[in-house]
């Protein structure tokens, strides 16, 4: 036999403890920010629907209003043509039986009636009735006029009216389609966002529902000071996708109910929000601003000061401070009031 048995042994034994000591195939484990990733753009996607959504309820509205004006204006239109024609008809009567009075005889030259008057108060007589009732023949002729180009003026008003009305109806039921589509798809993305939470690790969940700065926080005087304080007294609570408050909220509805509570009024959705006050840049941010992110202008959080700001984020996040900047990408910053 070749070689030394010991040697041989060890060896051996170092081939078995290698092959052992081999790594496996690792098994591909989820990864968690992924999962969180994909959580916070389906979120994303189903706030943005909601505010179009929320969009599309105010459009509906302001069409029904139009429609509801225009209705308002073909009545009041019809009713002054249908007085208008009254009237006409009236006047008309009196303006033929003073043409038949002319015609019989009534109506005198001063010649003529001084050639039939007995004496100078007879004449007097007479050409006072004949001035009373030229006057009273203008008269008619006047307010007949007038009635003529009131009706017409008026069937014009109704027509234009009915136009609108037509127009406003039409525009009215696509909004009503358009709503009700908006709102399948909004559902849609909301149950993927729901679903995708339900999905995320203990892990993943703890770092969404993590309090964010709960310290006290001071705030300046004022209608923005006090939309702050208002908006800051609601930390810790959660959001939720169309909630108005008072325990729950969603970006632009607490926004909104803030500067309610200061006294000031501002639209429910963060595009009309995207419009109120004044526009001011990134540096110029000062407490109570309204910071709109996104190119679509779906998201609104209140700067609390020129680094950070109060916001209702997404479902499983509460109400909480954050980095502005942290928050996505801003649109527009808007100073609502001063």
Not at 144 to 163: G, I, R
Not at 243 to 257: F, H, I, K, R, V
Not at 288 to 308: E, F, K, P, T
Request: hydrophobic share 45%; with cysteine.
């Amino acid at each position: 036999m070749n070689g030394h048995p010991g040697r041989r042994s060890t060896a051996l034994a170092a081939a078995v403890v290698a092959l052992l000591t081999v790594p496996t195939p690792a098994v591909a484990q989820p990864n968690a920010s992924d999962a969180l990733a994909t959580y916070e753009g389906l979120a994303r996607e189903a706030e943005r629907l909601h505010e179009e959504h929320l969009k599309a309820q105010d459009d509906l509205k302001a069409k029904q209003g139009e429609l509801d004006r225009a209705n308002a204006d073909l009545a009041g239109a019809t009713a002054v043509g249908d007085q208008a024609r009254a009237d006409q008809e009236a006047f008309r009567g009196q303006v033929d039986v003073l043409t038949e009075a002319s015609f019989e005889g009534a109506r005198f030259t001063q010649l003529s009636a001084l050639l039939v008057s007995d004496s100078q108060q007879d004449f007097l007589n007479r050409m006072s009735a004949l001035g009373v009732l030229a006057a009273d023949n203008e008269e008619a002729l006047n307010r007949l006029s007038v009635a003529v180009d009131t009706a017409e003026q008026a069937t014009a008003d109704a027509q234009d009216a009915q136009q609108r009305a037509v127009t406003a109806a039409g525009e009215a039921q696509q909004l009503v389609t358009d709503l009700a589509d908006r709102k399948t798809a909004m559902d849609r993305q909301v149950s993927d966002a729901r679903a995708q939470y339900r999905s995320l690790s203990s892990t993943d969940k703890a770092v969404l529902a993590a309090p964010g700065d709960t310290s006290a926080v001071a705030v300046p005087a004022g209608a923005a000071g006090a939309a702050l304080q208002f908006a800051l007294g609601q930390r810790g609570k959660p959001y939720v996708f169309g909630s108005n408050g008072p325990n729950s909220w969603d970006c632009s509805s607490l926004t909104q109910a803030a500067y309610r509570a200061a006294g000031v009024t501002i639209g429910r959705t963060t595009y009309v929000q995207a419009t109120v006050g004044r526009a001011v840049t990134r540096a110029q941010v000062q407490p109570g601003d309204l910071i709109i992110y996104y190119s679509g202008q779906s998201h609104v959080a209140m700067a609390v000061d020129n680094v950070r700001a109060v916001h209702a984020s997404t479902e499983g996040v509460p109400v909480k401070i954050a980095d502005i900047d942290s928050i996505g990408p801003i649109s527009v910053i808007r100073r609502v009031v001063g």
